[in-house]
């Protein structure tokens, strides 16, 4: 069949027979910046390092979908479908994200400053541990007055300066148990478990 993928300011941009959108968008994928694919059905698509900054990709269909190492950043993904998709190394910097489904994704060192994950289900979602912008977000959906005064200082120094788990560690070694305890209960517990391991391995040296 023919398929046609136009740009954001509806200017043609691929045209061609395909036997289906999405096997157009794997064959055109490293050359897919700005391109206009909202409400698309790509789920389980190979996007593997694929070139789609600047698209828009909004209530679009990627569950399953494997977009290590794409280059997404300031792509609309605002709705779009993303649960159990491959998000590792990705760069999603600037990425509208608000509403999106990321359950169970993995974004492992995958980019995230600056993108918009207001709405977003960020349910079971696997590879985060490192990732300040995960870390803001997930505190900024709690109660405030879940952590002290002292651990919003800890925590505004850590977001601020993207600080390492070495700096932390050293800075706040008996002050961060419990802002990652109740991340934890929110769901969140990579920060947690790796904090365990940290101290653990710290107290057998």
């Known amino acids: 069949m023919e398929i046609v993928i136009n740009r954001r300011d509806g200017t043609e941009f691929v045209r061609g027979d395909y036997p289906s959108l999405k096997a ?10 700005g391109a206009s694919l909202r409400w698309t059905n790509l789920s389980e698509a190979n996007l593997y390092g694929a070139k789609l ?4 990709l909004s209530e679009a269909n990627l569950c399953r979908s494997n ?4 280059n997404l950043c300031w792509a609309d ?18 990425t509208k994200l608000s509403r999106s489904n990321l359950s169970e994704a993995y974004l492992i ?27 803001a977000e997930a505190v900024c959906r709690q109660n405030p007055s879940s952590f002290s005064e002292l651990e919003w ?12 788990w070495d ?12 802002t990652f ?5 929110a769901g969140f517990v990579e920060w947690r478990d790796h904090w365990l391991q940290i101290l653990d391995k710290k107290e057998k040296e």
């Not at 157009?24 to 910046?33: G, I, N, P, R």
């Not at 305890?181 to 209960?185: F, H, I, Q, S």
Request: with cysteine; glycine share 8%.
């Open 24 to 33: 157009c968008v794997e064959a055109h994928k490293d050359h897919l910046e």
């Open 53 to 56: 900054s600047g698209a828009n």
């Open 67 to 70: 977009l290590s190492r794409a």
């Open 77 to 94: 993904l605002s709705g779009a479908k993303l649960s159990r998709s491959n998000l590792c190394w990705a760069d999603l910097s600037g």
């Open 109 to 135: 060192r995958s980019n995230l400053s600056g993108a918009n994950l207001s709405e977003a289900n960020l349910a079971e979602i696997h590879g985060y541990r490192d990732s300040h912008a995960l870390f």
């Open 153 to 164: 200082a800890a925590i505004g120094q850590i977001i601020t300066h993207s600080l390492c």
């Open 167 to 178: 700096t932390i560690k050293q800075c706040w070694p008996s002050r961060m148990g419990h």
């Open 181 to 185: 305890d109740v991340l934890a209960e």
